[in-house]
T-cell receptor, first 113, second 116 residues
Framework: QQQVKQSPQSLIVQKGGISIINCAYE??????FPWYQQFPGKGPALLIA?????SEKKEGRFTISFNKSAKQFSLHIMDSQPGDSATYFC????????????FGTGTRLQVTL | NAGVMQNPRHLVRRRGQEARLRCSPM?????VYWYRQLPEEGLKFMVY????????ESGMPKERFSAEFPKEGPSILRIQQVVRGDSAAYFC??????????????FGPGTRLTVL
């Protein structure tokens, strides 16, 4: 099964708060997990990615946490800002050969003042 | 700008016409992927190509859809005899052949197809 399940579908966070988006996968062959940010009318932009040999990766205000045994990973946005309001997609693929990304269904994040 | 380029950005077609979407990968990238995004949904893989070769077309509908990536020029996604259900945003992504960055895909701005 190639599914990636993402939750929540939508999220409202106050400015300065922490936004948390969760994803779960089924295919144990997946070993590369990127997150994409998409603004309305634009293409997805790569935000941050992780491989399962580490449990956490941090870039600025964005952190990925990875739990290999549970087959789950999550995106944390610290000190959320109104400019972070966008749709976020998790994805997964199998490295070694260039391969298609399997995307989650997306989370629409709104950061309020 | 060395990013992934797609054109046209918006395309309107009547039912039964052909739609032709073009994608130029990032400079130095030789792998191209096409994805479709229906309204309020995630992206679904359609096809993966390298120069002059289709590597994986498992996400392509069996009829009316075709893709190519010629030795020279952009990759083309062709939809023949379009129907209203083809209305969607079509995104192209590219990646490098370098093993370290093989799975890092960069997306273009998309082509929004509307079928009347």
């Amino acid at each position: 099964q190639q599914q990636v399940k993402q939750s929540p579908q939508s999220l409202i966070v106050q400015k300065g708060g922490i936004s948390i988006i969760n994803c779960a996968y089924e295919n144990t062959a997946f070993d590369y997990f990127p997150w994409y940010q998409q603004f309305p009318g634009k293409g997805p932009a790569l935000l941050i990615a992780i491989r399962p040999d580490v449990s956490e990766k941090k870039e600025g205000r964005f952190t990925i946490s990875f739990n290999k045994s549970a087959k789950q990973f999550s995106l944390h946005i610290m000190d959320s800002q109104p400019g972070d309001s966008a749709t976020y997609f998790c994805a997964a693929t199998h490295t070694g050969t260039a391969s298609k990304l399997t995307f989650g269904t997306g989370t629409r994040l709104q950061v309020t003042l | 700008n060395a990013g992934v380029m797609q054109n046209p950005r918006h395309l309107v077609r009547r039912r039964g016409q052909e739609a032709r979407l073009r994608c130029s990968p990032m400079k130095g990238h030789s792998h191209v992927y096409w994805y479709r995004q229906l309204p309020e949904e995630g992206l679904k893989f359609m096809v993966y190509l390298q120069k002059e070769n289709i590597i994986d077309e498992s996400g392509m509908p069996k009829e009316r859809f075709s893709a190519e990536f010629p030795k020279e020029g952009p990759s083309i996604l062709r939809i023949q005899q379009v129907v209203r259900g083809d209305s969607a945003a079509y995104f192209c992504a590219s990646s490098s052949k370098d093993r370290e960055f093989l799975n890092t895909q960069y997306f273009g701005p998309g082509t929004r197809l509307t079928v009347l």
